[in-house]
């Protein structure tokens, strides 16, 4: 069964600082990996995912990941964070018929 | 607009009072599925429905129904709710395209429920 790790439950940097929020997954075949936001009161928000091709994938607001798979990772980024970045974000790998399995996800804290 | 819309969005009850909790989307998505959200623990999968009158259970089916008479309405009920399900709800849904079924979810705004 597929399984993903998030390690950082809280981080916090300055606003302009950059962002790296960390994702290692467990999965038997080629993975479809996905980050989702979520806002405060808000249902989650897809920011970007990987199916396959270049391994470097941009998303909406900004944001990148990078699938390495020798690391079994897919960590997103950010080269300056903005205020409206607050918000909780979540990895989640898809192992085929929409069975998606999410991270514990991090908490993002923006300071000015 | 598309989206995925759930009713109510907060919700307190007592322990064995049977509730409903619907969920619409208006994107003619053939999969529906509902998660709940708990503090450290991710979002875990309840149901989820393939299409119409198909229905399988998640990670953590017990003490919840669903059902899917209709492409669009997708409704989690809880015939006896216990403190234990006190959690954020959401229904999600998404087209079932390509060979391996991995498009992206589209979340409603989420439940509150709180069983006392």
């Known amino acids: 069964a597929q399984s993903v790790t998030q390690p950082d439950i809280h981080i916090t940097v300055s606003e302009g600082a950059s962002l790296e929020l960390r994702c290692n997954y467990s999965y038997g075949a080629t993975p479809y990996l996905f980050w989702y936001v979520q806002s405060p009161g808000q249902g989650l928000q897809l920011l970007l995912k990987y199916f396959s091709g270049d391994t470097l994938v941009q998303g909406i607001k900004g944001f990148e990941a990078e699938f390495k798979r020798s690391q079994s990772s897919f960590n997103l980024r950010k080269p300056s964070v903005h205020w409206s970045d607050a918000a909780e974000y979540f990895c989640?790998?898809?192992?085929?018929?929409?069975?998606?399995?999410f991270g514990t996800g991090t908490k993002l804290q923006v300071i000015p | 607009e598309a989206q995925v819309t759930q009713n109510p969005r907060y919700l307190i009850t007592v322990t064995g009072k049977k509730l409903t909790v619907t969920c619409s989307q208006n994107?003619?998505?053939?999969?529906m599925s509902w998660y709940r959200q708990d503090p450290g623990l991710g979002l875990r999968q309840i149901y989820y429905s393939m299409n119409v009158e198909v229905t399988d259970k998640g990670d953590v089916p017990e003490g919840y129904k669903v059902s899917r008479k209709e492409k669009r309405n997708f409704p989690l009920i809880l015939e006896s709710p216990s403190p234990n399900q006190t959690s954020l709800y959401f229904c999600a849904s998404s087209l079932l395209a390509g060979s391996s079924y991995n498009s992206p979810l589209h979340f409603g705004n989420g439940t509150r429920l709180t069983v006392t």
């Open positions: 989640a790998v898809g192992a085929g018929y929409q069975k998606v399995t």
């Open positions: 994107m003619n998505h053939e999969y």
